[in-house]
Every structure is written in C-alpha cells, then in structure tokens.
C-alpha cells in the first residue's frame, strides 16, 4: 500500500452528525487510524436517507469513509473503561461534545491528559469557554445566523433572511480543524507534548466573515461602516444572458481592459473614471455591476462563453447539481468514483481533492456498519473474549447483527 502522511497516526473520534467526522474523514483519507467511537443508537446522521439499509444513509457515507466504528456506552463503566483504555496509546482525541458534556462523561481535558499525557485533546463546539455563550449547544444554521449571513442577504437582495443551502459552518470549521490538528500534530512529534485545542465554530466563522467584511471598522478610529462594497453589490450574482445564466468576474485591471476590447469599446474604458483602478472600481461597484448585468442580457450564454474564454476572462457556467455530477472536467480528472461498498452494493464518492507527488492520500476503508469494528479494536487494546463476550451481553458494545 502507498504510504500517506499521517500513516502511524491513531485518532479517537468521539464525533457525530457533519462537522466533526468531516475533519476526521479528511485525517483518515490522510492516512490516520481513525477509531469512531459511536454510542449503541450510532451516529444520528446514519438515518438520514436516502438509504439502502438502515444506518447507512448517504450523508454518513460521504463523511465517515477511512474510519472503523466500535460502539461503547460511555454511560456504563465497561464503555467508560474501555474508552480509556483506548486513550492510552492515541495520538488524537476528536471531540463535537460541549466541553461541560465532556465533563460529565468523565472525559475531560484534565482526566484524559493523565491518562495520555502526549494526547491532543481536540474539541469541535459552538463557543470559546471564556464567554456567557460557553455552554450553549451550536448547529450550522445557528452560526450562519449569528456572523450576519441571513442579515446581509435580505439587506442586499430585499428578500426575507435565508441560510446558505450548504452546511458551510461545518465544513468550513472541520477544514480549519484539520490544519490545526497537523500542526499540533507536528509539535507533538518534535517534542513529545500533548495540549487542548479548542476550536470554537463562533469564532472561527466571525474570523472567516469578518475577513472581507471588517471594512472602515478595521481602523481605529472607524474610517467607514463594515462590509466590502463588492460582495455587497445587488447584482454580484449569475447574470442573465438572452438565454440562460452565466457566471464571470472581471476583477483586475488587466480583465476590465481586455473585456472592453473584446466587445470593441476599450476607450469607454479608459474614458470612464470609475476603471481608473481597483479603488475607483470598489468604490462604483454597484453601477458597474449593474451595467455588465444589463450587457450580458444581450447574447446567449453560449456567445458570452467564447468572448470571454478567448479574453482569458475567469467565467464558468452556473451549473445545477445534476450538472456538476456529469461536469466534463470532473469526469476527466476522475473527481467521482465509484466503488463497492460490502452492505451498500455500488456507490459514487469523491476523490480526495488534492494530488501529491509522493505520499498521495486516498480513502482507507468504507464507510463502517455500526460497531463494524468493535471486536478488533477492543482485541487490539488487550481485551480478551470473556470481557468482550460480556461486554456485548451487557450492551456496553455492539457489533453488527
């Protein structure tokens, strides 16, 4: 097998529903041991259909691939022992719990570091501990609403307050957990130290809207409201054409030189002071986005695609989901993939999104049937087949039927 960069890593996931596992799933296809560890009703997402069998609904699919799964019922002391036994010799604990629940599992930070001094103690939750919002349960919806997005939409759009239709909360704090879980990852080998990261979704994603949105509010004193005039342009959106839609962003200088010469015009171009540069742009956005969109208007999204491909203007179509599955590019460069799942019969997934010359990642195993795993994990850390028959009778773990 092909060595992959986290190889020798073992990572205990205490994790459910999307966040979480999504970061775990990405260090599993990195080439960590991920060890799922699933209360005996599992992991809630595996219910959401649709699905062939029960507990294996296509959401927990796309999230939990290159992970075991042992069921341990942490609410009894042989799966609290068991937990801990399974702590001594990891690298990693992930965690979605609030920090107070880890408490009163009797896995928190303090308890877990004497166990596994080395161990990073990795908590995925709403809200730093610091604040009156500490022990307050957190959902992606949740979030989105509290950095302003359904605000700025119906501010922008005139519409009523929407969430965006994905769960970028939870991806986007799962990627920002994976980096700093390589980089304790890499402390850890140099010398030897485990630590606690929190990593507070909150946060996180005031850090990732505040980024273009902080505006006059980034100086002290103010020199300006928040917000990044561009991004808040009403016709910053697919823009029409005779006949469909067409995304495209003239955003250099070089781009809004090279498209007014493409469509003949290049000394309105220079003629008109709001294209003196990016500032003078920034600053007129909303009337110059307004002209492009009543421009596009005027060819068919087939015309409007070469003009501006033979311009080297950044444009794409505005696809639909089943566009994107049939997309020719992904079909080139072999994005979905179908494989063979043990229980699942024929499934299509996605191929890790990067390409390494050396130690390439790429899933480890399927996605695991509910306590798939829970014999050879516990084998592995010492327990023989008396505990583990006893265990199974007691319901402190499961395998499947």
């Known amino acids: 097998m092909t060595a992959k960069p986290l190889d020798g890593v073992r990572i205990v996931d205490l994790s459910n529903l999307l966040m979480a596992p999504y970061a775990t799933q990405i260090l599993g296809d990195l080439g960590a041991d991920i060890v799922k560890v699933e209360a005996p009703d599992g992991d809630p997402v595996r219910g959401i259909g649709p699905l062939r069998n029960p507990g294996m609904g296509h959401i927990f699919l796309s999230v939990n691939r290159s992970k075991r799964s042992i069921v341990l019922d942490l609410k009894q002391p042989d799966g609290l022992a068991a937990m801990k036994a399974l702590l001594k010799d990891a690298d990693v604990l992930l965690y979605n719990r609030r920090p107070v629940v880890m408490e009163r599992l009797g896995l928190g930070y303090r308890t877990v570091a004497d166990i596994n001094p080395r161990i990073i103690y990795a908590g995925l939750f709403g809200y730093g501990q610091d604040g009156p919002y500490a022990d307050r349960p957190a959902f992606d919806d949740l979030i989105q609403g509290a950095i302003g997005i359904p605000r700025v939409t119906m501010e922008v759009y005139g519409q009523e307050p929407t969430y965006v239709p994905a769960a970028i909360v939870d991806r986007g704090v799962a ?144 696809n639909s989901l089943d566009d994107l599955l049939a997309d020719p590019h992904l079909a080139a460069t072999g994005f979905f993939q179908v494989s063979e799942h043990p229980s699942e019969g024929t499934i299509r997934d996605m191929a890790v999104p990067s390409t390494w010359s050396a130690t390439q990642p790429a899933p480890t195993r399927h996605a695991p049937r509910l306590g798939e795993h829970s014999v050879e994990i516990l084998n592995e850390i010492g327990y023989d087949e008396e505990t583990i028959n006893r265990m199974l009778a007691s319901g402190a773990t499961a395998r499947p039927a």
């Not at 850090?207 to 561009?230: N, Q, T, V």
């Not at 067409?246 to 250099?252: A, E, G, K, P, S």
């Not at 015009?265 to 600053?283: C, K, L, S, V």
């Open 175 to 318: 990627l920002w957990a994976v980096g700093q879980i390589n980089a304790a990852l890499f402390h850890q080998s140099r010398t030897g130290e485990g630590q606690r990261i929190d990593i507070p979704m909150f946060e996180m994603m005031t850090s990732f809207m505040l980024g273009e949105h902080l505006g006059g509010m980034a100086f002290e004193p103010p020199l300006g409201p928040p917000g990044y005039k561009r991004l808040f342009a009403p016709d910053r959106r697919p823009y029409a054409t005779s006949d469909g839609h067409i995304c495209v962003l003239i955003y250099t200088d070089r781009q809004w030189r090279s498209f007014f010469r493409a469509i003949g015009r290049e000394a309105e171009h220079d003629a008109d002071p709001r294209f003196a540069g990016m500032t003078a742009r920034n600053e007129n956005i909303a009337s110059i986005y307004a002209d492009l969109a009543a421009l596009l208007k005027t060819r068919t999204t087939a015309a409007w695609q070469k003009v501006l491909d033979d311009a080297d203007i950044p444009v794409m179509p505005m």
